[in-house]
């Protein structure tokens, strides 16, 4: 599909030129004028949707970066697009609120790319609007809390290639020089033929903070959108909003999706949301090989978020929060990551920024992301049916997950 000729993804990219000095390095091809631009219009603007924690600290890592600037906020509730749009200087005419604030926002010439960081459930919604309004999309994981879903973010990713525009999902791990290092190694075959392995995720009580929130009105759709966390339809439960983590580096390491899958989980917590709170399932993928996969969002004193690969003359083993290293006769010592919850953001951002720079509209994160993503609620269909599902049975069902409260919100 063609570009819509009002929505040029090359004025983005020469805005960026000639940011970056591209004229001094002997890119004659540039137009005059632009080369000259004021500092404020190179930089590419974004608009910020969903202003809660994440994005409202996203938004500050990409104005750090210094090649981009917060040009419109938008977010379901007034009080939130306020303050990020105060924090970040945007007007009040470019603070939008509702559930069609992000629309309006669309509008806006100006805006060049979208950073979304609403609840999963709105994940498909917000990027295939702003695919269609021809702005880039940077999308907080997971991509989606369903199948269908799931298909809408992978169509849109073909599409934003299409008509020239960036896709990009943050996964943290995937922009880490020793997590690809590692994966190399692995594909390689450094670690012989890979027999079996381990996706984990153990934390505490990690959106504990919004049960006492729904507590006050369970079925009030605007309480249930403020602790989405807690929320099963709008978080897409713990396996697909967080343990997607550990999810994605094992079907990155073997770089296949799972045939099928069998499970069992459940709540132990006294919370009144429906996400489950454990969950163990065994993966089959091609070639034989098992991905045992547990986690847990309750109890203290052990947190993880690791995958280990085991092969026939070696293991890869890694951790989010530790150390990456691949033990064989050739080893790889990764080392401690530092802190790749913020370095891994700090990288997403810089190379979206060089793709938009450099028109390279091949989007690779798109593919994989949906994977994973599929690969998480496969998990997830198992372990609530209690019975072994199989990937075709899954993308055959394409169950839609729908928001009841919907229509009690404000447009
Ligand atoms: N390591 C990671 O990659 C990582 C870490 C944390 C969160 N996340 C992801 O980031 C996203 C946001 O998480 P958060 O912690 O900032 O949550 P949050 O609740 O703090 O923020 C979400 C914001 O979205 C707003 N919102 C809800 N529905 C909306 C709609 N339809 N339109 C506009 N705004 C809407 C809410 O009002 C809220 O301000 C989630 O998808 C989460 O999974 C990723």
Redesign the pocket.
């Known amino acids: 599909m063609a570009a819509p000729a009002s929505l040029g993804g090359a004025v983005n990219r020469r805005r960026f030129l000639a940011a970056t000095g591209a004229a001094a390095l002997g890119f004659t091809w540039l137009q005059p004028e632009l080369v000259g631009a004021a500092e404020s219009d190179a930089k590419v603007k974004f608009g910020l949707?969903?202003?809660?924690?994440?994005?409202k600290w996203i938004a500050e890592l990409f104005q750090k970066h210094g090649g981009f600037q917060v040009a419109a906020v938008?977010?379901?509730?007034e009080d939130?697009a306020k303050a990020a749009g105060d924090k970040f200087g945007v007007p009040a005419a470019r603070q939008f609120t509702g559930?069609n604030?992000?629309q309006r926002m669309l509008e806006l010439k100006e805006v060049d790319a979208v950073v979304i960081?609403?609840?999963?459930y709105?994940?498909p919604i917000?990027a295939a609007a702003a695919v269609a309004a021809g702005k880039h999309v940077y999308l907080?994981?997971?991509i989606a809390v369903d199948v269908p879903g799931c298909l809408t973010v992978e169509a849109s990713g073909r599409q934003a290639t299409a008509q020239k525009r960036c896709f990009l999902i943050?996964?943290?791990t995937r922009a880490h020089p020793a997590y690809q290092e590692a994966v190399r190694k692995v594909q390689a075959g450094d670690i012989g033929r890979v027999v079996n392995g381990e996706a984990t995720y153990l934390c505490d009580s990690t959106w504990g903070g919004m049960d006492p929130i729904l507590r006050q009105d369970p079925a009030n759709p605007e309480v249930r959108?403020?602790a989405?966390?807690v929320d099963r339809i709008l978080?897409g439960d713990v396996i697909s909003?967080?343990n997607i983590?550990a999810i994605d580096v094992a079907t990155w390491f073997l770089n296949a999706a799972p045939l099928k899958a069998y499970g069992a989980g459940g709540k132990t917590r006294d919370f009144v949301g429906d996400c489950w709170d454990h969950f163990a399932v065994i993966y089959h993928f091609p070639k034989e090989i098992l991905i045992s996969f547990t986690s847990k969002q309750v109890g203290k004193f052990w947190d993880d978020i690791l995958c280990r690969i085991y092969g026939t003359e070696g293991t890869a083993d890694t951790h989010y929060f530790g150390e990456v290293n691949v033990l064989c006769d050739d080893p790889f010592k990764g080392g401690r990551l530092g802190n790749l919850?913020t370095d891994g953001v700090v990288n997403n951002i810089a190379t979206f920024h060089k793709s938009i720079g450099a028109g390279d509209y091949s989007n690779p994160t798109v593919p994989p992301s949906v994977r994973s993503n599929l690969t998480a609620i496969l998990g997830r269909t198992a372990a609530y049916a209690k019975r072994e599902v199989t990937w075709e049975e899954m993308i055959k069902t394409n169950e839609p997950w729908e928001f009841s409260g919907l229509k009690g919100l404000k447009g």
Request: charged share 20%.
């Open positions: 949707i969903g202003c809660g924690g994440r994005g938008a977010d379901y509730f939130r559930l604030g992000y960081e609403t609840p999963p709105f994940h917000h907080a994981k997971p943050d996964f943290q959108l403020r989405w966390g978080s909003e967080q983590h919850y």
